[in-house]
């Protein structure tokens, strides 16, 4: 049971990215998702998340209108699509997973999140 990220890399300012995150041993389907990032000598950040069954979703204010959260149930996947990516974005991104939305409104500190996968860097170039 994991989830696995990819899809990181060096891009220069004003670029794009695709992560990926695919689930195994679960289906991602019945969870809500998100992704946090933590840039080097920084704290967590939620950079955003979707909530399963509201199909609503969040994104933090640095990101919003820049980033897209999205899933292929088909694939037992989840995205996260960046655009206009700025220096500032450069951070080890995470993606996660939990039956309960709460869990990610609790914000980036809460630590009982279901599935919590292994980070891919984004470095993005001036």
């Known amino acids: 049971v994991q989830l696995q990220a990819s899809g990181g890399g060096l891009v220069q300012a004003g670029g794009s990215l695709r992560l990926s995150c695919e689930a195994s041993g679960f289906d991602l389907y019945r969870y809500s998702i998100g992704w946090f990032r933590q840039a080097p000598g920084k704290e967590r950040e939620e950079v955003t998340y979707?909530?399963?069954?509201?199909?609503?979703?969040h994104y933090a204010d640095a990101v919003k209108g820049r980033f897209t959260i999205s899933r292929d149930n088909a694939k037992n996947t989840m995205y996260l699509q960046m655009d206009s990516l700025k220096p500032e974005d450069t951070a080890v991104y995470y993606c996660?997973?939990?039956?309960?939305?709460?869990?990610?409104?609790?914000?980036?500190?809460?630590?009982?999140?279901?599935?919590y996968g292994k980070g891919t860097l984004v470095t993005v170039s001036s």
């Open positions: 996660a997973a939990d039956r309960l939305i709460e869990s990610f409104e609790a914000g980036p500190n809460y630590r009982g999140i279901d599935y």
């Open positions: 979707n909530d399963n069954y509201k199909g609503t979703t």
